[in-house]
Structure formats: C-alpha cells, structure tokens
C-alpha cells in the first residue's frame, strides 16, 4: 500500500464533528479524571467506536505535560512465571489508564541504551522486575524524580517502592511439608547468590530446620546454581544424587529447576518420586500440574503482585516524595504427588 492508498487517521476533530461536540470535550471524555456530562461522553464514545477513533497518547501527553507511559524493565521472557507476571502487570496498568513501555533487560550490551530511550520518552514511572539490571538503574530514575517500584527484588533505596511474594512463609510450608512426608535429610537447590527470592526462600528455609519448624530433619545441601533454569536443576541433581548420603526432601527455588530435579532423579538414578525423593518447587508454572510431574509448589499471586506495584506507582506519581514501601503477597500452598 502506498501514501495515496493508505487510510487516514481519524482525529479528535472528526469525532467532535460526528457527535456534535466541542474538540476540548472528546479530549474531556478520554481523560478519566476529567469533568463531563455522562451523557456527553456516551455520545463521544459512540462517535470514536463509529469512526474507529484511537487517542494519540504522545499527543496527549505533549499538551497535558502529564505522562501516561509506565517503563517496564523485565528479562527472562522465555520463563513461564515471569511472562505472567509481565500479562498481569499489562492489564493493572491498563485499568489505570497507563501505558506500558516493555525493555528487555536480557542482554547487558543493550541494557543502558534502552533504558536511556525510555528516558527520552519521558516516562512517569518504571516498574523494575526480579531478573531486571543493577539497582544503579533505579537509582537514575529516583534522580529525574520518576517513581520506581520494584518486583521481589531487594533495595535499601530511599523513595523506591518494593513488592515480594512471602517467600519466608513460603520455605517454612516447604520444610514442614518435606517432614510430614518423611523426608529427613533435606536439600536446598537455587541461584541464592544471585537472586534476592532465591536467598530469602533458601534463609527462611535453613532457619526453620535449624530452629526446629521442621522437627529432627537436617539440611543435607545447599546448592547455590547459576539461575532458575531447568538445565541448572538438572546440573544439581547430578550432584546431589551421586553424593553417598543424597537427600530424600528438596526444596528449590523455582518450578523449573525442581523439574529439572525430578527428571534426573528418575532417568538417571532411578529414584522415584515421591517414594524415594519428594520435591518442592516455587511459582507453580504450567508444567507443574502436568501428570508427569504433578509437582508440589508455592504458587505467587502474580495479580496480586502487578496489582500491589501499580497502586504503589500511582500514589508515587501522585506524591513523589515519602519514606519507601513494602508490600508483602501471600503465596498458597499448591499440593501434588511429589510431596503429599
């Protein structure tokens, strides 16, 4: 299709003429904290459905001096618990009204330029998730006085919002759970060095065996793995199972690497689950309810948790300046075979 043949924009002022209002009310009746006659904003919304009507945001933004486009710094798209955590903080900024703008922190080399164009569009918060780059990141944004909220990631961050699963309830349900199924020498397996969830759950863990949450079991192991991966969960079940005195209960850190667990368990040693082994993960992905896994785990609210950071990064905008937050989510209890 070329210039000639391409169908033009309808704007604000083809909309007003359809419905018989001012210019200024069609942009009234897109702005949900505006003033306007109920009646006058059905008519707008009949008009702009008829001509198929889309507000241009930057436009908007530009003669409002207020954005309404939120950065969203994530990585790891390809894990099954961060893409629906990404899917429900897309729809709680949606009902807001706010415009996600999605940077893949993945690769360090892209990092900084991505991050200075969402800069450049002058974004009025960012929303920092759990595989997201270095807090001197946040740091900047604090600076420009844009508002960030973090997701289960840790800060000591003065004006930075936090929100994290109960990731020490979360270890001690593993640990009692391990017990009364019989497991006596337990292991830990996640990336604790470089992860915040993953050193809180592998703490909470190790604090209730040690003070007696998990009656006479002991911590066997305590596997610190390079990410949440599958591959890395089979990597340490390499290990734990060949040593002498392998573990009969772990808890990890993620879905992924407890699968990755379970798999080497059975094809490469010939254990059975639970019989032999019970395993627990964390997030409940998909693949954790499949029947050949049926995977014990701690399922994240991740509505809860989209929910929490955009009402934190809506005050902020409203009120920059205060003390930093934390909102703490629940997790559930999900149980399967692998540890009834």
Not at 172 to 183: E, F, N, P, S, Y
Not at 288 to 301: F, G, H, S
Request: proline share 5%.
């Amino acid at each position: 299709m070329n210039d000639k043949e391409r169908k033009p924009w309808v704007t604000a002022s083809d909309v007003a003429a359809r419905a018989g209002v001012s210019r200024s009310a069609v942009s009234r009746a897109f702005s949900p904290t505006a003033s306007i006659a109920p009646q006058t904003r059905e008519r707008v919304m009949v008009a702009a459905r008829a001509l198929g009507y889309q507000v241009n945001l930057i436009a908007r933004d530009m003669i409002t001096q207020r954005s309404s486009m939120i950065g969203v710094v994530t990585a790891g798209f390809e894990n099954p618990f961060r893409a629906r955590l990404l899917s429900d903080l897309m729809t709680a900024l949606g009902q807001r009204a706010l415009t996600p703008l999605v940077t893949n922190a993945e690769d360090p080399r892209q990092v900084r330029q991505s991050l200075e164009q969402l800069l450049s569009y002058r974004i009025a918060g960012l929303v920092m998730t759990s595989a997201s780059p270095p807090l001197s990141v946040a740091q900047q944004y604090l600076e420009h006085r844009i508002p960030v909220v973090m997701i289960n990631r840790e800060a000591n961050l003065p004006g930075a919002d936090i929100v994290v699963s109960d990731n020490a309830a979360g270890a001690v349900h593993a640990a009692q759970r391990l017990v009364r199924a019989g497991a006596r020498r337990l292991a830990f397996v996640g990336p604790r060095s470089a992860s915040y969830s993953a050193q809180s759950r592998a703490t909470a863990f190790e604090h209730a065996i040690g003070r007696g949450d998990a009656f006479d079991a002991t911590l066997a192991h305590v596997l610190d793995t390079p990410s949440d991966t599958h591959a890395s969960g089979v990597e340490a079940a390499r290990h734990l199972f060949a040593n002498g005195k392998r573990p009969d209960g772990v808890f990890c850190s993620s879905d992924l690497l407890a699968l990755g667990v379970i798999d080497v368990a059975r094809s490469e040693f010939g254990l059975r689950v639970p019989d032999d082994v019970r395993v627990i993960g964390f997030d409940d992905i998909p693949a954790a309810e499949y029947d050949a896994y049926r995977l014990t785990t701690l399922r994240q609210d991740t509505r809860g948790l989209a929910q929490a950071a955009v009402e934190l990064l809506a005050d902020r905008m409203q009120t920059f300046d205060g003390p930093s937050r934390t909102r703490i989510v629940p997790v559930t209890q999900v149980v399967r075979a692998s540890c009834a």
